[in-house]
């Protein structure tokens, strides 16, 4: 990816009382092929091991920030660090999540290559021994292509209200910034 393509992805990572998983999670992003990256890693009033983790994380990596703050919920966690991100393109990763090694980069390829506002890549989830990959259930968003308005709004809208059309999770995606910018500015979401 050329120098010009190779913008800034906040990964925003709220941390709520998830010390067994954190570092599995945070290795996960350090293992990332794309590098241009802010971690932005929003301590939600956490009261296990899992603050200090953090720190002690931005401690070695530059490019990772700790937001301390008291518990408000995830909502309020995400707002948090989206206030605080700097980058063109933000990606939500819970601290119980993990990214495959290629995952930012193969969001951002397709993010720039289709000149879209948002990205939407697939999770497995793991129970235990068991593992199901969630796209296994019968989502009916297109695979590899570019949907625009109106489709978008028309016909896939109504997914975020968990009809299994369009994934609802904030996680597993890669938006453009601004897009996320102006919808919490225009639902006052900013205000504390």
């Not at 199901?132 to 016909?155: I, M």
Request: aromatic share 12%; with cysteine.
């Amino acid at each position: 990816m050329s120098e010009i393509n190779n913008p800034k992805v906040s990964i925003l990572i709220p941390l709520y009382n998830q010390e067994h998983y954190f570092k599995a999670c945070m290795q996960s992003v350090e293992r990332q092929t794309y590098k241009n990256l802010e971690i932005i890693i929003v301590n939600d009033g956490s009261s296990d091991r899992g603050p200090q983790m953090a720190k002690d994380w931005a401690a070695r990596d530059n490019r990772v920030r700790v937001i301390d703050k008291q518990n408000e919920g995830l909502a309020y966690a995400r707002r948090d660090g989206l206030l605080a991100a700097t980058g063109e393109f933000v990606s939500f990763l819970d601290s119980d999540d993990m990214l495959t090694p290629h995952a930012i980069e193969t969001m951002v390829t397709a993010i720039v290559e289709k000149d879209v506002d948002l990205v939407l890549g697939y999770y497995d989830k793991k129970l235990g021994f068991y593992k199901r990959r969630k796209a296994d259930k019968a989502y009916t968003f297109p695979v590899n292509q570019v949907v625009r308005q109106p489709e978008l709004f028309d016909k896939y809208y109504v997914g975020f209200y968990r009809n299994d059309v369009f994934p609802a999770s904030a996680c597993a995606k890669l938006y453009r910034k601004c897009i996320l910018d102006k919808a919490y500015q225009d639902t006052d979401l900013y205000s504390p």
